[in-house]
């Protein structure tokens, strides 16, 4: 249905002598168009999606991906599991150790299979942020073994085919890595997918590209140079001079617009025409997608399209910022090619880019108008060979997103257009485009309270990808396992080395809940094996800045000699931060200089009958400014502060002894207090 608006009619003029020349035709030079898109990664960034109802979690996905309906995006760039922190937290590896091999563990398989069921065009890219410690060091051979596993298990375990991987995350480079990857590539079946290197950032990103000048074997490795951030740090002309030599297509593979409203939707669209303007980029992956993360998490918010944190309710929130890949996705696929004459920058402000299908002559043109002065009018003319008819014209600005406006009809191939400052228009000879939405979407609502799970359920496990519901590991990885005893399931923290994080990491941990909760108590019965230790969490508040996830609130700590410790976990106090009475004050400020990452013992005792390989229950509560630690049922350590007066709850297998604990629980409750 068209809509229009009457403050628009007047947008689409007769032509005028003052306007800006524009020539299009279908001989004009251009780059072949690689795609659009978002990483699903890159931290644990659809973690809460898998714990969606349907048809709300279809409904999500279709938003994202689904062509001509909602961002339609054309390339999805996922990471590769690895176990550690990479932003939001860490995503399970398929390989936790040498010789372990689960296909079906953790959700990025199901969020790939779902996004190529929405859209079967949709080009499928990876790439690995963190690894396991297993492998040595990210340049390894075994690296390049664990890599082509995770291939051959998305091929054979679940039907899909990459059409790219990269060699690492921001990780710098290595040039024998990109050959071996490549060979092993070439040799166990994979001589189809691009390999792009090396997803860097700063000013030294490119430096690579002068040595693939002259190692020939190196250039050949690599099928596409790529780097991130190119709206903050564009290429330079002598970086494009050399792909240009070389004959490698850029790759920008991975941006981002921390931006709220409409101005996120035409910054997206201002950063996918300037990566091809400036810098030459044909293939554009901003970070993120869909934030399926809790909003305590670092970036919950920005950048994402779509907000996905209540799988509880069914709730969820579409922002503006889809709409600026809507602008771009419902109007463009891959293989289409660049008009470089219909892709410059506007004399009034703002920028443009023209691309043709080579095979039907159909073109679009995607304008934006960020911070111009003044309107502007823009004349076209269209040659030969493009497809006539009449264009359609979607229009978005700070008070309606994506709307449809009269149609153009050209006359004898030309027509002219006045555009208006911040503003984003797509005008193009394709039909169908539509604002996709869903009716009814169920209204929020808070973590549901009591809460309790006992993991017995979850049949099969490999139906939930080994996770249980609602939990977001910030490390490691807390898995659905077979009790110890034999009884049942629980779930155990997994991980047992320090991974090859992308991220400082810290204690291995999971959180759920609302970090709003204030009077309300956790507990979860605790398998200890020799060595271990184990702690239920509370009052979190935060978990770190996206690069380091340090918690701060508080743990409940019992280790397998009874040894129990009630800890705050916070950042440096300051003399009017410190808690406690005069004598505990006194042990904090001694220590009052340590920064993000500080630990403080609050209380702590010996608890007579603990051992390792038997089950014992930890609860932490919290009733106004008391906290209460209990083991087995029976109040075991006290502590009065409001520090953190409220936050979620989690669950914690700590580094003791400069050991990874690996621990198991089970009978997790969550209930408010009185």
Request: some cysteine; proline content about 5%; charged content about 25%.
């Amino acid at each position: 249905m068209k809509i229009l608006y009457s403050c628009l009619l007047a947008t689409i003029s007769v032509l005028n002598l003052s306007a800006q020349t524009v020539r299009l035709s279908n001989t004009s030079p251009g780059k072949q168009f690689d795609g659009i898109g978002v990483v699903d990664g890159g931290g644990a960034t659809s973690v809460l999606l898998k714990d969606y109802p349907e048809p709300q979690r279809s409904q999500i996905i279709d938003m994202v991906y689904k062509p001509m309906f909602g961002a339609s995006i054309s390339a999805l760039l996922v990471e590769i599991p690895g176990d550690g922190n990479s932003t939001q937290g860490s995503m399970p590896s398929h390989s936790h150790y040498r010789g372990d091999a689960n296909f079906e563990r953790g959700y990025i398989w199901w969020v790939m299979k779902a996004a190529k069921k929405s859209n079967p065009r949709l080009s499928l890219d990876a790439t690995s942020w963190s690894a396991p410690a297993w492998v040595g060091n990210f340049w390894s051979e075994d690296m390049v073994d664990y890599y082509i596993s995770w291939m051959q298990g998305l091929r054979e375990v679940h039907g899909l085919e990459l059409e790219a991987l990269g060699c690492h995350n921001e990780k710098g480079y290595n040039y024998d890595f990109a050959k071996n990857l490549r060979r092993a590539m070439n040799e166990r079946g994979f001589e189809d997918v691009k390999l792009h290197g090396f997803g860097n950032w700063g000013d030294r990103k490119m430096d690579f590209l002068k040595d693939m000048q002259k190692d020939s074997a190196l250039a050949a490795s690599l099928d596409a140079v790529c780097a991130h951030t190119f709206s903050e740090i564009p290429l330079s002309k002598e970086h494009r001079a050399i792909c240009e030599e070389l004959g490698k297509p850029i790759w920008n593979s991975e941006d981002h617009f921390y931006l709220p409203g409409f101005d996120a939707l035409i910054s997206i669209v201002k950063g996918f025409n300037e990566n091809y303007i400036v810098s030459g980029a044909t293939k554009v992956i901003n970070w993120y997608g869909i934030a399926g993360v809790y909003p305590l998490e670092p970036y919950s918010y920005y950048p994402a399209m779509l907000l996905a944190r209540e799988p509880w309710s069914g709730n969820y929130e579409v922002r503006e910022a889809l709409w600026g890949y809507a602008h771009y996705g419902q109007f463009t696929q891959i293989g289409w090619r660049y008009v470089d004459d219909g892709c410059k920058k506007l004399n009034e402000g703002g920028s443009m880019v023209t691309l043709r299908n080579p095979d039907s002559g159909d073109y679009s043109i995607i304008l934006e108008t960020k911070g111009a002065k003044s309107e502007q009018e823009l004349k076209f003319k269209v040659a030969k060979g493009l497809k006539k008819g009449n264009l359609c014209v979607w229009y978005s600005d700070k008070n309606q997103q994506f709307v449809r406006l009269e149609d153009i009809k050209p006359k004898a191939g030309t027509f002219s257009l006045k555009l208006h400052p911040d503003a984003v228009y797509s005008i193009s000879t394709l039909t169908g485009q539509q604002k996709g939405s869903f009716a009814e979407i169920p209204a929020s609502k808070p973590f549901p309270l009591p809460y309790s799970d006992d993991f017995e359920s979850y049949l099969p496990p490999s139906s939930y990808g080994y996770l249980p519901h609602y939990t977001a590991d910030l490390i490691g990885c807390f898995e659905l396992a077979e009790s110890p005893d034999h009884k049942g399931k629980c779930i155990r923290q997994t991980v047992g080395e320090h991974t090859l994080s992308w991220a400082p990491e810290w204690h291995h941990y999971t959180i759920l809940g609302d970090s709003a909760w204030r009077d309300y108590e956790v507990s979860a019965d605790v398998w200890l094996n020799p060595g271990d230790e184990a702690a239920v969490m509370g009052h979190l508040c935060d978990v770190g800045s996206g690069y380091g996830i340090w918690a701060k609130g508080y743990y409940l700590k019992l280790d397998d000699k009874g040894n129990c410790t009630l800890v705050l976990s916070c950042g440096k106090l300051n003399q009017k931060e410190l808690i406690g009475d005069k004598e505990q004050q006194a042990l904090i400020r001694a220590r009052k200089d340590v920064e993000v990452g500080g630990e403080y013992t609050l209380s702590s005792t010996k608890v007579e009958g603990i051992s390792a390989c038997k089950w014992h229950n930890l609860k932490l509560r919290f009733e106004g400014k008391q906290l209460i630690g209990y083991v087995d049922g029976k109040p075991v350590l006290s502590f009065t502060s409001d520090h953190y007066p409220k936050g979620m709850a989690g669950l914690m297998a700590p580094l003791h002894k400069g050991r990874v604990c690996t621990p198991y629980f089970d009978n997790l409750k969550i209930d408010r207090v009185n």
